[in-house]
């Protein structure tokens, strides 16, 4: 999705944007942009393609201290120079970039046309760089003409602005997509992405929604869309490292950051199992054991990956605390005047803390007085802002977009709820224990998963040729199934769907035959033996089957396993999903795809 850069300071703006666009390439883009504010005016590059072609656009001398960046992910109008980013108004003293949808800009391009502006791009963006203008050439302040303008906006944005008349500032906005400023030694930043940021500060601002801000090379002020009434703001401090940022010998962030789980899951569960009480240590809930009890239900709230995270969770939390728990993608929660109980607690999930549809479920949930806590990665993003409480997993930055070490961890973080809600309510303190033991043991045991990856690389390719698989699994092995053929549809663009291994018979059985090859998750559970039924109707059939669980079956049920070592059945399914996602992996490598950047999807999906 789009990224924005901005720079203002004593240095030259051009290498520090270009440099924090290369930073935003992996949220996924197709074309970039830059302006700078410089004694002449405004100078101005941008091409479709590459940062890297930018980058050659951009002269050794373009000079200039102050200057926005941008990365953009084609909404309105088709990848091309001219629809790339900044937008300037027809006399070149205005530029902004922006991420997110205008909603009105053809019936303001409309009315700007009527008053004589002439359109360059066929973005909705364009229409604020000619309404800040008309403002600005009048005298307005800079941060007056923006405030005007985007009242008149519908429609979600995060903007940055320089005015070649006053390049002493940047004003900045946020409206449903991020910004964050970054502070520095007398220079200042701001971007959609603190990815842009880490190598120059670690100092940064979060805007809220319906926020602006003017940053100057000597500071800030924040303000409100609304009325301009200045805002106070605390500044935080990104502990994420800069290395991971960069694949370090990896072939794509994707394979660095499935590796990286042994180390990211410890983070997740540092400080945080309680051995004494054999339950977990969970200060940031905000709830002591009374208001826990009284929950009735929980209902957990995510998209995409983190949804089904969230149907993992779910399965947790009813099996270890015994509530009734429900996962439900908050794209479509949020569209359906949801009915909010007092007695609920609703869990919101994100890696990037970002997501607009869960954003806007979390909201929703507030609105109507019900209490949400917030699983997110990303440490002072909207969704944990947003969020009564909750837990981060500290999985690091995930910047691959097929979400891997942040599902684990996020797994990881629900076995903790659950056992926590357990232990309130009637988990004893002798299965407390059995999870804590469990948890403890899951980084070695990835360890010992990835250790079998040149076996699941090689499988991943015998099984890439095919035009469809299917993935199956029953009860605690469906998620690991959903989030397995959703990983392979991602990377490798093969069709996958998921199933329950019961359903198979109530229709998809009409699918399978020799072409359509079955991921099986058969974990020795209780229902290990109604699997291996299923695998005997698939092989009845001649669909091939890969089987991925902890005993190899008879041969005749699956001519391929992959075998992980045992935990606590509630806890196995975690580990179940880990082989899947080297399956996606490697699939993807033999068909050769652009494995970071999968085509038609970004890592953070800020709009509707
Ligand atoms: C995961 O591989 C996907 N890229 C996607 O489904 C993702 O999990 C979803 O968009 C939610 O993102 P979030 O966790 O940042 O909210």
Redesign the pocket.
């Known amino acids: 999705m789009c990224g924005i850069v901005a720079y203002i300071g004593p240095r030259d703006a051009a290498p520090i944007l270009l440099e924090g666009l290369q930073r935003l390439e992996y949220r996924g883009y197709d074309s970039a942009g830059v302006a700078v504010a410089a004694k002449g005016g405004l100078k101005v590059r941008k091409s479709k393609g590459r940062v890297a072609e930018l980058a050659a656009l951009v002269p050794a001398r373009f000079a200039g201290k102050a200057g926005i960046g941008h990365t953009r992910w084609a909404t309105h109008g088709v990848p091309s120079d001219v629809n790339s980013h900044p937008h300037l108004d027809g006399a070149e003293r205005i530029a902004v970039v922006h991420n997110g949808i205008i909603e009105n800009a053809d019936e303001l391009r409309a009315k700007l046309q009527a008053e004589g502006c002439v359109f360059q791009s066929e973005t909705d963006t364009e229409v604020l760089s000619h309404l800040i203008a008309g403002l600005a050439t009048e005298g307005v302040e800079l941060e007056d003409a923006v405030r005007a303008a985007l009242k008149r906006v519908v429609g979600t944005y995060g903007i940055a602005v320089i005015d070649a008349d006053q390049p002493d500032r940047i004003v900045v906005a946020r409206n449903g997509s991020p910004i964050v400023l970054g502070i520095g030694e007398k220079e200042m930043f701001a971007a959609s992405d603190v990815a842009a940021l880490v190598r120059y500060t670690r100092q940064v601002v979060h805007l809220d929604d319906g926020e602006l801000a003017t940053v100057r090379a000597d500071g800030f002020n924040t303000f409100t869309q609304e009325d301009a009434r200045a805002t106070a703001k605390q500044p935080s401090i990104v502990d994420w490292e800069e290395a991971s940022y960069d694949t370090a010998g990896h072939a794509h962030f994707l394979v660095k950051e499935i590796h990286e789980q042994p180390t990211s899951v410890e983070r997740t569960l540092s400080g945080r199992i309680d051995e004494r009480f054999n339950t977990a240590h969970l200060g940031g809930l905000n709830m002591d054991a009374r208001e826990a009890r009284a929950f009735r239900r929980v209902k957990i709230l995510?998209?995409?990956?983190?949804?089904?995270s969230g149907e993992l969770g779910a399965q947790l939390i009813e099996e270890l605390a015994r509530i009734p728990a429900h996962a439900e993608p908050?794209s479509e929660f949020r569209y359906r005047n949801p009915v909010i109980e007092a007695d609920t607690l609703y869990i919101a999930?994100?890696?990037?803390?970002?997501?607009y549809d869960?954003l806007a479920a979390v909201q929703e949930v507030k609105r109507k007085g019900g209490k949400v806590l917030g699983v997110v990665?990303?440490v002072g993003s909207a969704?944990a802002r947003e969020c009564d409480g909750g837990m981060y997993l500290h999985a690091g930055p995930?910047i691959?977009?097929?979400?891997?070490k942040?599902?684990t961890s996020?797994a990881i973080a629900f076995a903790l709820i659950a056992l926590h809600l357990g232990r309130v309510h009637d988990l004893s303190p002798a299965d407390g224990r059995r999870i804590c033991a469990g948890l403890k043991a899951i980084p070695g045991q990835i360890r010992e998963i990835l250790d079998q990856e040149k076996v699941i690389a090689d499988l991943a390719a015998k099984y890439a040729g095919h035009e469809g698989m299917m993935f199956i699994g029953r009860v605690r092995g469906y998620p690991v199934a959903r989030e397995g053929a959703?990983?392979l549809k991602?990377v490798s663009y093969v069709h996958a769907e998921a199933y329950p291994a019961s359903e198979l018979k109530h229709g998809p059985l009409a699918l399978i035959g020799p072409e359509l090859p079955t991921v099986a998750i058969v974990p020795d559970d209780e229902l290990r033996d109604k699997n291996l039924t299923a695998l005997g109707e698939i092989r009845a059939r001649s669909g091939p089957v890969l089987m991925v669980g902890h005993t190899a079956p008879d041969p005749k049920l699956a001519e391929d396993c992959i075998l992980v070592p045992r935990n606590e059945p509630e806890l196995d399914p975690i580990l179940l999903g880990i082989p899947l996602q080297l399956f996606a992996y490697y699939a993807a490598v033999a068909l050769e795809r652009d494995v970071d950047k999968p085509r038609n999807?970004a890592?953070?999906?800020t709009v509707e």
């Open positions: 995510g998209c995409g990956s983190a949804y089904y908050a999930v994100s890696q990037s803390g970002e997501t869960t990665n990303t969704i995930e691959s977009v097929a979400s891997t942040a599902f996020t959703q990983k991602e999807l890592k953070s999906v």
